[in-house]
């Protein structure tokens, strides 16, 4: 079972506040650092200093990690066009030395599209189909060629389809509980498919359908790999775990019930439930961000069980 480390920047966090964590997301062993794409925050929180730009702050990571791999989960469709964001992540993975996973979405948060003047469409999947389409057409036309696009949503005319990702293939992330249209939409492009904060049952069930949509389509489905985004909150003993909760505003019996909650034991007998799900991959949601010592937690009495 891998493991990685997935933030939430937009809850209140600075670019330093990230760098300490991607350092010590390296320093122990885990396999990725990964972040939301947000502006602005949720809940009961200031957000301050204010939200981070999911793909400066990978950029800056690029050149101050040198192991583990960088991404999104997921990079907002609706911020972006896909021309230019196509153009970011490769130069990204130029910086990172071919270092980054790509995960898109088709952007769901109204009141940050509203807060920072972002048109916010209705059709978001289609729109995101298209995305997909142009952003993957364009890394994989030969140098050279020429990239040509009409769709309902974008249009490219004689694009030389540059620059390349340093990697011959970005990894491609697709997620969501959707039951039609999202696994078709992963059976298509995804290379990694991603259950957001779903309990085993749910999950198993929704892998079961991206199976059936990679199969239906030609693919083999263990050509993508199955993952999941849970949060966690760890601790030695239950006074830990309860203060470790608290910080985060969650309650501790909530958090056993969705998330990864408990001693290092109860996590990873909990992390078992999803691999007979069919997960290979876990983001570890870690939502404050000041606590390097969970994360040594899991690193140093969770990890070495899962091998």
């Given amino acids: 079972m891998d493991l990685r480390i997935f933030t939430e920047p937009q809850q209140g966090a600075t670019y330093d506040t990230l760098l300490g964590v991607a350092r010590a997301t390296e320093e122990l062993g885990f396999s990725a650092f990964f972040r939301s794409d947000h502006y602005l925050h949720m809940g009961d929180v ?50 990172s030395g071919g270092r980054i996973d790509f995960g898109l979405g088709s952007g769901w948060y109204a009141e940050e599209h509203s807060a920072y003047g972002i048109p916010f469409p209705k059709e978001k999947i289609s729109r995101l189909e298209e995305q997909l389409e142009i952003i993957t057409g364009l890394w994989s036309t030969p140098v050279g060629e020429r990239f040509d696009y009409t769709g309902r949503y974008y249009e490219l005319s004689e694009s030389p389809a540059l620059p390349k990702p340093a990697q011959p293939k970005v990894p491609v992330l697709v997620g969501g509980l959707g039951a039609k249209r999202t696994p078709a939409l992963a059976a298509r492009f995804a290379d990694e498919f991603n259950v957001p904060f779903a309990s085993p049952e749910d999950t198993g069930r929704q892998f079961g359908r991206v199976r059936a949509a990679a199969e239906e389509r030609g693919r083999k489905a263990s050509d993508l790999v199955y993952s999941n985004a849970l949060v966690v909150c760890a601790g030695r003993d239950d006074a830990e775990v309860a203060r470790r909760a608290g910080v985060i505003g969650r309650e501790v019996d909530e958090l056993r019930e969705n998330g990864l909650c408990g001693s290092p034991a109860e996590i990873t007998d909990k992390i078992g439930r999803y691999r007979e799900a069919g997960s290979e991959r876990i983001y570890l949601q870690v939502l404050d961000l000041s606590d390097l010592d969970q994360m040594e937690l899991v690193a140093s009495e969770v990890m070495p069980q899962l091998d």
């Fill in 46 to 95: 200031d957000g301050l200093p204010g939200p981070t730009d999911a793909w400066i702050t990978l950029a800056g990571l690029a050149r101050e990690t040198e192991r583990i791999r960088l991404g999104t989960l997921m990079t907002a469709g609706t911020f972006r066009l896909p021309g230019v964001l196509a153009i970011q992540v490769a130069q990204v993975d130029q910086m």
